[in-house]
């Protein structure tokens, strides 16, 4: 069974910084692109940023010179460096991944992590 581990949220003040990792574990073949996802209370769930497995990256509006998403593909990892963050940035982030997977046989899955909160309050 694959899984996605989410670690480094938290509480921090305005404009401060948080590194996210997201971990891949299991029978896994290769992962194309991974995202990180959030959502608010009473929101509904947003793309914050993605990258493919070649790196190419694409960020949210309301994060892009802020935030920086990046992955080690050895260590099947994504992370997201938060910088200047803002009580707005508050939310449960989620990490997501299409991964080839060994079922036994090869097959591309779409996997969620189950979330970690960051909290951006004086």
């Known amino acids: 069974q694959v899984q996605l581990v989410e670690s480094g949220g938290g509480l921090v003040q305005p404009g401060g910084s948080l590194r996210l990792s997201c971990a891949a574990s299991?029978?896994?073949?290769?992962?194309?692109?991974m995202g990180w996802y959030r959502q608010a209370p009473g929101k509904q769930r947003e793309l914050v940023a993605s990258i493919t497995s070649g790196g190419s990256t694409n960020y949210a509006d309301s994060v892009r010179g802020r935030f920086s998403i990046s992955r080690d593909n050895a260590k099947n990892t994504m992370y997201l460096q938060m910088n200047s963050l803002k009580p707005e940035d508050t939310a449960v982030y989620y990490c997501?991944?299409?991964?080839?997977?060994?079922?036994?046989?090869?097959?591309?899955?779409?996997?969620w992590g189950q979330g970690t909160q960051v909290t951006v309050s004086s």
């Open positions: 299991g029978s896994i073949f290769s992962i194309n692109r």
């Open positions: 997501n991944a299409d991964i080839r997977e060994y079922t036994p046989v090869l097959r591309t899955k779409n996997r």
